[in-house]
């Protein structure tokens, strides 16, 4: 089922966004919810917005050591933040590609 | 930059069609205190919690390099009988060669973003990875718990690793 949020979205298989452009607000309210996060709080925020610059910027998702550098919240509180997989589900929210790093 | 288009299809596809099972949890164990012995059981311990995977580490024998306190940031290539090197044996037997090939090898691995060990080793235990050593290992080597770094959840038989594992794939590098 597709929410009022997602139509008109493109995404791939897994759920990533086909086009950075198409991202906004809601709709990375609405994938976080299909991922069990209800509600994005200031700290998941903060992974987010840095994933979808550097990407935006570099042209490439940043790892996990990356990200936990850049972004000032340590790995352990990453994974509390997104259980299953800190970089691919906030690369996911982010409406950027999937990381393809292997670090 | 080049983009390559990496077609990431499964090949073997079971004949009714259905979607291959995913993978929930592995256990890596790693034997080996070489760096090029020690990082791929990092690397796909890590990369396992990075897909959300549930993973665990055992090191055993030479493996426990990689978790003990004084030996994990000073692991090295080996350079003789390593055909990967391109080095010839009498050659990589000289003093100082495997230093040299590591701080090459380190230098390159820090520009494509892999941590030291002991970096490395912390990052999966705090992605919740579970790291053990192994029992005889340790009891082998006259080793305590005191060597090891705060990491290792502690030392266990195989039989307990065994049961930690139970549900998941095993890994032995």
Same mark, same amino acid.
Request: hydrophobic share 40%.
């Given at each position: 089922m597709t929410t009022m949020e997602l139509v008109g979205v493109e995404r791939d298989a897994e759920g990533f966004?086909?086009?950075? $452009? $198409?991202?906004n607000e809601e709709v990375a309210a609405e994938i976080a919810r299909e991922a069990g996060i209800e509600e994005l709080t200031p700290r998941h925020w903060q992974v987010v917005r840095l994933m979808r610059e550097a990407y935006l910027a570099t042209g490439e998702s940043p790892s996990i050591r990356t990200l936990g550098k850049a972004s000032g919240v340590p790995i352990k509180e990453l994974y509390e933040l997104f259980p299953k997989g800190p970089a691919k589900l906030a690369a996911k929210i982010g409406g950027i590609p999937k990381p393809r790093g292997c670090i | 930059m080049t983009t390559i288009d990496y077609d990431?299809?499964?090949r073997a596809v079971p004949a009714t069609g259905e979607k291959p099972k995913t993978i929930e949890k592995v256990s890596i164990i790693i034997s080996k205190g070489s760096l090029e012995g020690v990082y791929p059981g990092l690397i796909m311990a890590n990369g396992a919690r990075m897909e959300g995977i549930e993973a665990n580490v055992f090191c055993t024998f030479f493996g426990l390099e990689a978790i003990t306190k004084k030996r994990q940031d000073r692991i090295k290539v080996a350079?003789?009988?390593?055909?990967?090197?391109?080095?010839p044996t009498l050659l990589g037997a000289l003093p100082g060669m495997s230093w040299v090939a590591t701080k090459m090898m380190a230098r390159k691995m820090e520009k494509l973003d892999f941590p030291p060990v002991s970096e490395f080793v912390e990052m999966i235990a705090d992605s919740g990875a579970g790291i053990y050593a192994c029992k005889a290992s340790v009891d082998m080597f006259g080793?305590? #718990?005191?060597?090891?770094?705060? #990491?290792?959840s502690g030392v266990i038989t195989v039989g307990e690793f065994y049961e930690q594992a139970a549900g998941g794939e095993i890994v032995f590098t």
């Amino acid at each position: 089922m597709t929410t009022m949020e997602l139509v008109g979205v493109e995404r791939d298989a897994e759920g990533f966004l086909k086009d950075p $452009q $198409q991202w906004n607000e809601e709709v990375a309210a609405e994938i976080a919810r299909e991922a069990g996060i209800e509600e994005l709080t200031p700290r998941h925020w903060q992974v987010v917005r840095l994933m979808r610059e550097a990407y935006l910027a570099t042209g490439e998702s940043p790892s996990i050591r990356t990200l936990g550098k850049a972004s000032g919240v340590p790995i352990k509180e990453l994974y509390e933040l997104f259980p299953k997989g800190p970089a691919k589900l906030a690369a996911k929210i982010g409406g950027i590609p999937k990381p393809r790093g292997c670090i | 930059m080049t983009t390559i288009d990496y077609d990431l299809e499964p090949r073997a596809v079971p004949a009714t069609g259905e979607k291959p099972k995913t993978i929930e949890k592995v256990s890596i164990i790693i034997s080996k205190g070489s760096l090029e012995g020690v990082y791929p059981g990092l690397i796909m311990a890590n990369g396992a919690r990075m897909e959300g995977i549930e993973a665990n580490v055992f090191c055993t024998f030479f493996g426990l390099e990689a978790i003990t306190k004084k030996r994990q940031d000073r692991i090295k290539v080996a350079t003789v009988g390593n055909p990967g090197m391109h080095m010839p044996t009498l050659l990589g037997a000289l003093p100082g060669m495997s230093w040299v090939a590591t701080k090459m090898m380190a230098r390159k691995m820090e520009k494509l973003d892999f941590p030291p060990v002991s970096e490395f080793v912390e990052m999966i235990a705090d992605s919740g990875a579970g790291i053990y050593a192994c029992k005889a290992s340790v009891d082998m080597f006259g080793l305590t #718990q005191e060597d090891f770094v705060p #990491q290792v959840s502690g030392v266990i038989t195989v039989g307990e690793f065994y049961e930690q594992a139970a549900g998941g794939e095993i890994v032995f590098t």
